[in-house]
């Protein structure tokens, strides 16, 4: 392996008067890390060398890198709204702001609250879902109506940017497997996206195709799209392509985690094609669910 850290290590071990072991850990590149343990004979001989051996602990590495960033994003997360509900909260009890102001006041410090308590809820439904205990049960069911239950949740903010739903989704589609609640929080947390990230005035288009024993859903806004490098990680918790708007959308950043491990789950999966194939612009999101 072609690393100086490696070859000083080996060149000290073999030296007269050397440690007889020594261990490093190896990063070849961001994916792939080892822990080298190297231990010199006992006994020395012409020709004889050192024991090297190599551990591939990428995978430990990579679950410490994400527990350390999961720590790190819900401390950032929580602390923006707690630092507006404390400033706010001690400005009414030390000032004496009118009655105009304190509503005001009052109205920033609910809807930070919400905010949080809405990122409490999320939490805990990935940490369900990702440990199964939130699998849901399977069942023959239509696609549609699920589709029509998120629209209705989401149908305030989308009005309010003035932007409609293109249903794309014949009422004769073919019957899916999966759980009515858990594809309508999927449906809801895409749909949610492209209101809030798309233009105003434009509409949100929902299509199905069939892709042998799976119907393929696609969610797709005419928004300004994700660049090329962000499109790997969109899936992780807490990532944003546009982190500086995301208080402004009241976004909690795990809306695309969530609906990964519910459609895996059920099943299925979901990518991103920004832009699409057909476009010059925008952003769809693919999910898949098996045919009933």
């Not at 990428?58 to 923006?80: G, M, P, Y």
């Not at 809820?121 to 399977?138: C, P, W």
């Not at 249903?167 to 609640?181: Q, R």
């Amino acid at each position: 392996l072609p690393n100086t850290e490696l070859a000083d290590s080996c060149e000290a071990l073999l030296e007269n008067g050397g440690p007889p072991a020594a261990s490093l850990t190896l990063a070849l590149d961001e994916a792939r890390v080892f822990s080298v343990n190297m231990v010199r004979p006992a006994e020395s001989a012409p020709g004889l060398g050192a024991v090297l051996v190599f551990h591939d602990v990428s995978e430990i590495k990579r679950l410490e890198a994400v527990r350390r960033d999961f720590a790190a994003n819900v401390s950032h997360e929580l602390r923006t709204p707690l630092t507006a509900i404390k400033g706010y909260a001690e400005t009414l009890i030390t000032g004496d702001p009118p009655p105009d102001l304190v509503r005001r006041f009052l109205e920033v410090i609910l809807r930070n609250a919400d905010h949080m308590a809405k990122m409490v809820e999320d939490l805990l439904s990935l940490s369900r879902i990702e440990a199964g205990k939130d699998t849901g049960v399977l069942e023959p069911m239509q696609a549609r109506d699920a589709l029509c239950r998120a629209w209705d949740a989401v149908e305030l903010l989308a009005r309010g940017k003035g932007v409609d739903l293109d249903n794309g989704l014949p009422e004769d589609l073919p019957a899916v497997l999966g759980d009515p609640s858990h594809v309508t929080r999927v449906f809801r947390n895409l749909l949610e996206n492209a209101v809030k990230f798309g233009p105003e005035n434009r509409p949100v288009t929902v299509r199905a195709c069939e892709r042998g024993e799976f119907l393929e859903f696609e969610v797709r806004d005419e928004g300004p799209g994700i660049p090329k490098k962000d499109q790997p990680r969109i899936f992780e918790r807490f990532y944003s392509v546009q982190k500086h708007r995301r208080n402004e959308f009241g976004s909690t950043g795990l809306g695309l985690a969530i609906c990964r491990h519910t459609l895996k789950n059920l099943g299925g999966e979901i990518r991103v094609e920004s832009p699409p194939p057909d476009a010059s612009g925008g952003t769809s999101f693919l999910f898949t669910l098996r045919r009933a």
